[in-house]
DNA sequence: TTGTATGCGTTATCAG
DNA sequence: CTGATAACGCATACAA
């Protein structure tokens, strides 16, 4: 392994004086510059990472936050998107990304995560799908030990940004097309998760489209569960005549059950999932763009760790019917 | 955050005594250990990670090397078992874990990855999903600078350990299965990308079978594509009385183009993946525990980097039926 | 059994 | 503009 006391040895020059090219110091002379570039291109030298994060004391260490709740497709493809975009857009950053699943802290104290994360020289933290339940996450937010990055929760203060979609008004959006387009006047909302943040504004959108368009609204609770969304479908969905979803799960859970039931009713969804190609029947849904989303958050973290404040960053949304045809590779 | 230093004064020892309890020396009076434990939990205290790895000059680091090659379902769906499990497991053996892309490294140098791991003090690297063409990682594997594991390829040295299913008996296993059920004498068989090392294992499987029973086979290659399978269904399957696959995005395309064609054909199918459930016709597949493979996995690379040699380890797969009943959460 | 001293690879602070 | 040198937090050979 090259170290930079090679290069500066071969270069003719103190390790101070390599040290001070490789970061861009003023008060080094072309000269030595271009020495000290050309053996350390000549010997291949790479900075260990690990002892520069030791002596500068800053690692540009990330951790990925993640919730594998129920194990079902959506969440699978949902978080795969989410630890992409964030480790393609760490690497064009120089952070180095560590992946963090609930379960592995759930049972600590907000000291015990604190120091864990210490340990592991993290920095920052983007939190993927918390909850109004997860007061750990809540209380390290507000001890500003580490700079985090909420995605699809509302939380904003000097060193924590939050990144997500307007979901009110994506719920409002595809709610109303779908019902434009078919012309209802009853309709059956299956809500998510209520300790969910995205619910809560969802469902705001809803309302308000059935107080502007002034429709019958009938809300069930449907958590998110494709199982409970087909029950609440079976048991509601008669006297209705559309079912508008929080999730393309409990979409895909409705439209089963009204197939079964064999009677006809729109359904539309949220999320813009792959499987929705794979129901038969098309639907509206909103299409978050799940890779972009973590690559902002990304970025936000990034913005963050050099010393600026937290924010709401507000990522479009996308209107779309996903056919088999389409998603078939 | 308290350091080793503050423990050492605070318990009136030296620095090195408290290294020495940390790392469970012998040589270290019990009341010592005691007061030094006490100390440590009282204050806390948690080893900086980073500064562990710079003395010790072993990260007990590890990069998962992970392909993001056709975004289907699948692939994410396996692609999350591979890095839940893997994350999972090197928490409880204490190692740490990166996750990489193949993209990010796609258009490097042998040189160029092997200074790009070292600087991030990666010591082990799992690889999913290799392929015969993957120059790059057939030198990384010959250099032996890394430990390594790889995931469904055959390559075993002092260094590097294979892990896998036993895809030749699995596809034996599931095909035969079908055929028996369905009394069939011709078998149309998809087969996978010709890159990949378990494309020869499972062409060799339903070789075998064909031949033991006397069937007729004809093979295909469907670059486990579910189009392309759609395409070959849509071509072949009339002069067959079923169609096995060597991927369940196959056998899915397969079956979808089968009820387009309005014929019945059994149909099987390999990986075991949710989205088979979803597709109203139920089929045999290969469930693989993806896992549990990649625990496996950072198990053996624990092993490896502990000074043991590599070796060949082989999981246990299962015959299943996926149901829509079985899946919906 | 305990403590001292040195080094890991780098950054940062000073003199020169 | 350049070069010693002291940190960073911990491990470890060696001395006591």
Same mark, same amino acid.
């Given at each position: 392994?090259?170290?930079?006391?090679?290069?500066?040895?071969?270069?003719?020059?103190?390790?101070?004086?390599?040290?001070?090219?490789?970061?861009?110091?003023?008060?080094?002379?072309?000269?030595?510059?271009?020495?000290?570039?050309?053996?350390?291109?000549?010997?291949?030298?790479?900075?260990?990472?690990?002892?520069?994060?030791?002596?500068?004391?800053?690692?540009?260490?990330?951790?990925?936050?993640?919730?594998?709740?129920?194990?079902?497709?959506?969440?699978?493809?949902?978080?795969?998107?989410?630890?992409?975009?964030?480790?393609?857009?760490?690497?064009?950053?120089?952070?180095?990304?560590?992946?963090?699943?609930?379960?592995?802290?759930?049972?600590?104290?907000?000291?015990?995560?604190?120091?864990?994360?210490?340990?592991? /020289?993290?920095? *920052? %933290? #983007?939190?993927? $799908?918390?909850?109004? +339940?997860?007061?750990?996450?809540? @209380?390290?937010?507000?001890?500003?030990?580490?700079?985090?990055?909420?995605?699809?929760?509302?939380?904003?203060?000097?060193?924590?940004?939050?990144?997500?979609?307007?979901?009110?008004?994506?719920?409002?959006?595809?709610?109303?097309?779908?019902?434009?387009?078919?012309?209802?006047?009853?309709?059956?909302?299956?809500?998510?998760?209520?300790?969910?943040?995205?619910?809560?504004?969802?469902?705001?959108?809803?309302?308000?489209?059935?107080?502007?368009?002034?429709?019958?609204?009938?809300?069930?609770?449907?958590?998110?569960?494709?199982?409970?969304?087909?029950?609440?479908?079976?048991?509601?969905?008669?006297?209705?005549?559309?079912?508008?979803?929080?999730?393309?799960?409990?979409?895909?859970?409705?439209?089963?059950?009204?197939?079964?039931?064999?009677?006809?009713?729109?359904?539309? /969804?949220?999320? *813009? %999932? #792959?499987?929705? $190609?794979?129901?038969? +029947?098309?639907?509206?849904?909103? @299409?978050?763009?799940?890779?972009?989303?973590?690559?902002?958050?990304?970025?936000?973290?990034?913005?963050?760790?050099?010393?600026?404040?937290?924010?709401?960053?507000?990522?479009?949304?996308?209107?779309?019917?996903?056919?088999?045809?389409?998603?078939?590779?």
């Amino acid at each position: 392994m090259v170290s930079i006391k090679d290069v500066a040895k071969e270069a003719g020059v103190a390790i101070s004086t390599v040290s001070k090219v490789l970061n861009n110091y003023p008060n080094v002379s072309e000269k030595t510059k271009n020495k000290v570039n050309e053996v350390v291109d000549r010997l291949g030298f790479v900075p260990n990472a690990v002892a520069v994060s030791l002596s500068s004391k800053k690692t540009g260490r990330v951790a990925l936050l993640i919730k594998l709740s129920l194990s079902t497709q959506a969440s699978d493809e949902i978080n795969m998107r989410y630890i992409s975009g964030a480790v393609h857009k760490a690497k064009e950053l120089q952070l180095d990304v560590i992946t963090v699943f609930a379960s592995m802290i759930e049972d600590m104290t907000v000291e015990e995560v604190t120091s864990y994360f210490e340990s592991q /020289g993290i920095r *920052g %933290i #983007i939190v993927y $799908g918390m909850t109004t +339940k997860d007061k750990v996450i809540h @209380k390290l937010i507000d001890s500003g030990h580490f700079k985090m990055v909420v995605v699809d929760a509302p939380m904003v203060n000097d060193s924590t940004s939050s990144v997500s979609v307007d979901h009110v008004k994506a719920q409002y959006d595809v709610a109303k097309k779908t019902i434009i387009e078919n012309k209802c006047k009853k309709v059956l909302y299956l809500a998510g998760e209520d300790t969910g943040y995205v619910t809560k504004d969802r469902l705001l959108g809803i309302k308000k489209l059935c107080e502007e368009k002034n429709l019958k609204l009938t809300v069930r609770n449907g958590q998110f569960s494709e199982l409970r969304a087909r029950e609440l479908t079976m048991r509601f969905a008669k006297n209705a005549d559309c079912v508008v979803c929080a999730s393309d799960m409990m979409a895909i859970g409705a439209m089963k059950a009204l197939i079964d039931m064999d009677i006809f009713r729109p359904v539309c /969804g949220f999320d *813009g %999932i #792959i499987l929705m $190609g794979y129901v038969g +029947k098309q639907m509206n849904t909103v @299409k978050q763009d799940f890779t972009k989303i973590s690559e902002k958050a990304i970025c936000e973290l990034n913005r963050l760790m050099s010393g600026e404040n937290g924010r709401k960053v507000t990522i479009k949304h996308e209107l779309v019917r996903i056919k088999y045809e389409d998603i078939i590779v």
